[in-house]
């Protein structure tokens, strides 16, 4: 069975900084591509970061150097530094992993960047 711990959510103040960590299991997961996805309220799921099996790094638009994505496949981890945060970053968090003909799905983590 595939489970997700996320950990490393939560309330911030603007410009603080989060270190978001999803830890798998019941996967190979060095086999897998590996990603951090977000939605908030009214908006549609939308790709933050990932890392494929051999550490090429993906990052949406809005990142602008902010996050960074890193994996640890000997503890079958990947973790999201979230720096300069903003609150349109506010969302909940999700960890996904995936490879063809699979995709799964953490339960997400609560991120809020509010004053």
């Known amino acids: 069975q595939v489970q997700f711990v996320e950990s490393g959510g939560g309330l911030v103040q603007p410009g603080g900084s989060l270190r978001l960590s999803c830890a798998a299991s019941?996967?190979?997961?060095?086999?897998?591509?590996m990603g951090w996805y977000r939605q908030a309220p009214g908006k549609q799921r939308e790709l933050v970061a990932a890392?494929?099996?051999?550490?090429?790094?993906n990052y949406g638009d809005f990142v602008k150097g902010r996050f960074t994505i890193s994996r640890d496949n000997a503890e079958n981890t990947v973790t999201l530094q979230m720096n300069s945060l903003k609150p349109e970053d506010t969302a909940v968090y999700y960890c996904?992993?995936?490879?063809?003909?699979?995709?799964?799905w953490g339960q997400g983590t609560q991120v809020t960047v509010s004053s």
């Open positions: 996904n992993a995936a490879r063809p003909f699979e995709n799964y």
């Open positions: 019941g996967i190979i997961f060095s086999f897998y591509d």
């Open positions: 890392i494929t099996r051999i550490g090429i790094t």
